[in-house]
């Protein structure tokens, strides 16, 4: 069955009709092959119409009438003209238009077509809208200049993302929102709350990046014990960060095909949950959004240290939040470490910061950073009973049951319940 085409921005923002998931597959090799990089973004474009006809298809829930669309939203930034966010937005069966809407904000080097098994299940089991956007500089959003026109510190590389989200909800004309971010996302959208908070009821943190202190000296430890050759991938892994140089602008650099079989790998040996033509898909769109002229990808060396540790670390910030929850949601197997959420809770639970947040932290078994993606079921799961304020989750996990030292769970996490 070939299921109704999806319509967005094409090229630089000129409307195309895009292809429906059958002919996408049959043609995702001439895209990757034939067009040029100035024709990315419709590469990546058709890329994203399969990932949400798949949304629409198998991970809808069962619902029997979700609406979808993709859009484009005009946004003013200093010192560049015409830019915009791109957007989807979902709208269940039964929608209540009077609760504050769902914004799900992707994580570094990525868009939202990424978040495609969590859209539909969010929308029908809250029964609230559900927006989608790529942050500024990524996916399939516009590519400002932004070494240009920011000012490469922590604070404007902040307020590039923070300001161009706060254009947009003005324009969206919403009034507050559940706002949930993915890695990167999760640490943009505190930063958002801080400015905003009166914009924003709730916080939803999948596996945010930045949470803990950084303690140089024992992360030097751990690195003098370690294998030689993960020494040796760290050390040069440094070196392209203090260079200046992303994964995306290495991406750039390689021929096309040796770039496609990278991504290739990365997907098809991480991602075992997805079925084969969704793995070529998704392969399709990281490639595609990836070789798009760089742009916010360069905010990463502004506001993180080597080690994806955060110049301005969010345990210090987060507690201080005028908020009412903020939710974390972690991979059991996550590379980012779950205990610094559990240091928030502690320092909450204290009495630092405002007094009145209140903050839990979730776990999502068999799934690691990218937990949308390796176990949607559960952390659909967990994000639902975050919006909802269930407490009786059997995810969450309390500052008592943790071993800080060893980062470990001192009881074992029940199988998480799928939907």
């Not at 000296?217 to 892994?237: D, G, M, Q």
């Not at 898909?281 to 506001?303: K, N």
């Amino acid at each position: 069955m070939v299921a109704e085409p999806f319509h967005g921005a094409g090229t630089y923002g000129k409307p195309v009709s895009l292809p429906d998931s059958a002919t996408f597959l049959a043609t995702s090799s001439y895209f990757c092959s034939h067009f040029p990089p100035s024709r990315y973004y419709t590469a990546g474009t058709a890329a994203e119409t399969a990932l949400l006809t798949f949304a629409k298809t198998r991970y809808n829930n069962n619902a029997s009438d979700v609406a979808l669309r993709t859009y484009n939203v005009d946004v003013t930034v200093p010192g560049s003209s015409g830019d915009w966010i791109h957007t989807v937005v979902v709208e269940g069966e039964g929608t209540d238009e009077t609760v504050d809407p769902v914004v799900i904000m992707h994580g570094y080097a990525n868009g939202i077509g990424y978040l495609f098994p969590n859209l539909l299940p969010l929308a029908s089991l809250t029964r609230r809208k559900v927006f989608g956007i790529d942050m500024l500089g990524f996916g399939l959003s516009s590519r400002p200049e932004y070494l240009k026109i920011t000012e490469r510190t922590v604070e404007s590389g902040e307020e590039f993302f923070v300001e161009s989200l706060e254009e947009w909800r003005k324009a969206q004309d919403i009034d507050k929102m559940v706002l949930c971010g993915h890695s990167l996302g999760g640490y943009l959208s505190v930063a958002y709350t801080e400015k905003y908070p009166h914009r924003v009821s709730k916080l939803v943190l999948l596996s945010p990046v930045g949470v803990p202190f950084y303690d140089a000296v024992a992360a030097e430890k751990r690195l003098a014990t370690a294998p030689l050759r993960f020494r040796a991938l760290i050390k040069t892994a440094r070196g392209f960060w203090r260079m200046g140089s992303t994964p995306q602008s290495v991406l750039r650099k390689l021929p096309e095909g040796r770039g496609k079989a990278l991504v290739d790998l990365y997907v098809y040996n991480r991602l075992n949950r997805l079925q084969d033509d969704e793995k070529e898909a998704l392969s399709s769109y990281f490639y595609s959004v990836g070789v798009l002229p760089g742009s916010s990808e360069f905010a990463l060396q502004d506001i993180l240290a080597p080690g994806a540790m955060a110049k301005k670390a969010l345990v210090d910030r987060i507690p201080k939040l005028d908020v009412a929850n903020v939710h974390f949601v972690y991979g059991q197997s996550d590379w980012m470490d779950f205990t610094g959420g559990v240091e928030v809770q502690e320092a909450v639970e204290r009495g630092d910061g405002k007094g009145s947040i209140k903050v839990d932290v979730r776990i999502c078994e068999d799934a690691g950073h990218l937990l949308n993606l390796e176990n949607p079921g559960a952390t659909n799961a967990a994000i639902v009973s975050a919006i909802k304020n269930d407490k009786r989750d059997f995810r969450i996990v309390t500052p008592s049951q943790v071993d800080k030292e060893k980062k470990t769970i001192m009881r074992s996490i029940p199988s998480n319940n799928r939907i």
